[in-house]
């Protein structure tokens, strides 16, 4: 570990001058630096990926503290300390070592997972080349392979007639959609152009985008600006509230059913007052296709009829469950998607794309046309440059990775894995309800569920329990075991899921722990998660949880 940070003893063979620094950037010069680069290739594209898959733990042992110590050397060298080659090794032999595997189908915890074996080379490629989106001028193709790509992805999503796509995929003029760094700035986007179009100028105000939050409030003769969106909405569309100037106290979290979906009837309610309110304007509504944490879905064709009735903007935030719609079996839940404004999609998620890459989508062509920006020396008026109308500047080729992912994989490759996925889901909340230990809170509706332990004598005691007070009691008791079961799971390193808080029951305030699993590995299968469930019991059996357990026998209710 210390090699990695200590400063050491330089070998005087590593020096930064001139001669050096001009062959980093040349090709090898001669056969023998040629073939020690294919070497370092090899390492990093084959020697990687055999490590991933021969390491299963999630971490290793030990504490990040620890690990901490070693990384707290803060200047910089001014000689070069280590050659390539070695830079190389210290990665794979100290480094993977100590990220988390998140390849391993043990790893059920989060939306980041294997990725297939191509991606590493695609992304490798993207790179080599180093284009930038922000301008045709350091992009060229890419920039027409990219409006291809969208108008694909766009073609996914709306079903337009070819005519339309004749018109937009390499129309300069329009815009189908946009990547982006991730879900967090295409949420923020799609939210930008829904709040200048519900701003727009006046005779006297130039639209809020020119003239500020303050002057369009004025403008508009209000005193609120809002967005709406059920208690499960991401958290970037709070960060959006707060970019945007909305502030994110606006960004409303309307209750959910007992399905976790938007309550339709506080929905409808919330939106019939402010339309009586002429001081508070609804910027968007927002439906959630795939929660973050439990994977459900919004009614949206409900929800875009209200939207279409009041004129509101209708964003679907669909970064997780967006490639759902690839699946003949299951794009059914993802019905009314299409009466969407705005899309966002991940493809660091489902489309199984590595860090980091999303996209918008707007269903009207001319709507980015809110957000233009110009440069006199990049993006000038009249361009094709992909730039104008996005919130990120530099941008990557993650077009080209897509794009060729599509040609690998198919669809039906992606429909493969999202079925997988899904049927996974649902084989491991049939092994949760046939588990006397365990109680599935949130059915899978893709492929992810939450549940949690609930040791035999706590259960007869939570059905005892019949008002909230009472149930707090027990649950408070349960989400010590709960917290305590994922961590130990965790630092074990065998296996992952993950934690967060949800209400369980209607009328209680509080929020239980509860576990929660994405599926979306190939490799997980019913005996990986048979394994995962046994390991839970095993340690729900250990002094440390028993001890727990007994505190709760001893809660007052
Ligand atoms: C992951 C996620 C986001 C945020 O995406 P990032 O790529 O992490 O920025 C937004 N919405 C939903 C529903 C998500 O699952």
Redesign the pocket.
Known sequence: MNNLTTPGKIPSDLVADWHTLHRVFIRPEDEKSRQTLIKYMEQILFGLHDFLNTHVGVTEAIPLAALAQSFTDTTINREPEKKLADVIQDIINQIAPRAVNVASPYFIGH?TSAIPFFMVHLKAIAAALNQNLIKLETSKVLSVLEKQVLAKIHRMIYSNAQTFYDIHVQNANTCLGLFTN????A?ITALWVARNRCLPATAEFSGVEQDGMAAAMTAHDLEQLVVLVSERG?Y?LKKAGGVLGIGNKNVIAVKVNKHQQIDMAELTRQVEASAQNKKIRIAAIVG?A???ETGTIDPLPEMARLCRTHGIHFHV?A??GGPVMLSDKYAGLLDGISEADSV?I?C??QFYMPM?A?MVFFKDPTALDRIIYHAGYVNRKGSVDLGIKTLEGSREASSLILDSALKIMGSQGYALMIEHGIETARLFAEKIRNRDRFQLVTEPVLNILTYRAVPPALNQLLEAAVTPARRQAVDTCLDRINTDLQRIQREAGKSFVSRTCLKIHPDDAHTPVVLRSVIMNPYTDGRVLDQILDEQETILQSPEILQHQKIGFMAPI
């Not at 991730?182 to 700035?185: V, Y």
């Open positions: 939306m991730g879900g967090t700035t949420n991401h970037s959630i795939g929660a973050t935030d970064a997780w966002t991940d660091h998620k980091s999303g």
